[in-house]
C-alpha cells in the first residue's frame, strides 16, 4: 500500500514561484509513473504534469510547459513539481498520484491507483 503526502502548497503572488514535493511511504516508488493533477473549484481534475518511474520520460499539459518541472528522486522516494511564472488560472488542490502503467502517459485520473490528500495553491493577481 502506497501512502503519499503532499506539501509546498501555499499562497504566492502572480509571478512567484512555489515547490511541491509528494512524499511516499509504505513501497518504493521504483515501478510508479508518478503526476501530478490539479482541481480548481467547480472543475474537474486535470492532469498537469507525469514522469516514467525512470524518469526518461515526461509529459506536460500545455499550458503549464516551460513553466512547470517535474522530478523524482526515487533513492529518497519523493516526487516534485517546481512552478514557476505563476499565473492566477494556476490556482488549485494540487494532487500527487502514483500507478502503474505501460506505454503512453496516461492522464486520466482512472489510470492512478494511489492519490494525496492534496495542497493548496492560490496565486493572487
Known amino acids: 500500500q502506497v501512502q503519499l503526502i503532499e506539501s509546498g502548497g501555499g499562497l504566492v503572488q502572480a509571478g512567484g514561484a512555489l515547490r511541491l514535493s509528494c512524499a511516499a511511504s509504505?513501497?518504493?516508488?521504483?515501478?510508479?509513473?508518478m503526476a501530478w493533477f490539479r482541481q480548481a473549484p467547480g472543475k474537474e481534475r486535470e492532469f498537469v504534469a507525469g514522469?516514467?518511474?525512470?524518469?526518461?520520460?515526461?509529459s506536460y499539459v500545455d499550458s503549464v510547459k516551460g513553466r512547470f518541472t517535474i522530478s523524482r528522486d526515487n533513492a529518497k522516494v519523493t516526487a516534485y513539481l517546481q512552478m514557476n511564472s505563476l499565473k492566477p488560472e494556476d490556482t488549485a488542490v494540487y494532487y500527487c498520484?502514483?500507478?502503474?502503467?505501460?506505454?503512453?502517459?496516461?492522464?486520466?485520473?482512472?489510470?492512478?491507483?494511489?492519490w494525496g490528500q492534496g495542497t493548496q495553491v492560490t496565486v493572487s493577481s
Open positions: 514522469i516514467s518511474s525512470r524518469g526518461d520520460r515526461i
Open positions: 509504505g513501497s518504493t516508488l521504483d515501478y510508479y509513473v
Open positions: 498520484a502514483a500507478g502503474i502503467t505501460y506505454g503512453t502517459m496516461p492522464r486520466t485520473p482512472i489510470n492512478y491507483n494511489y
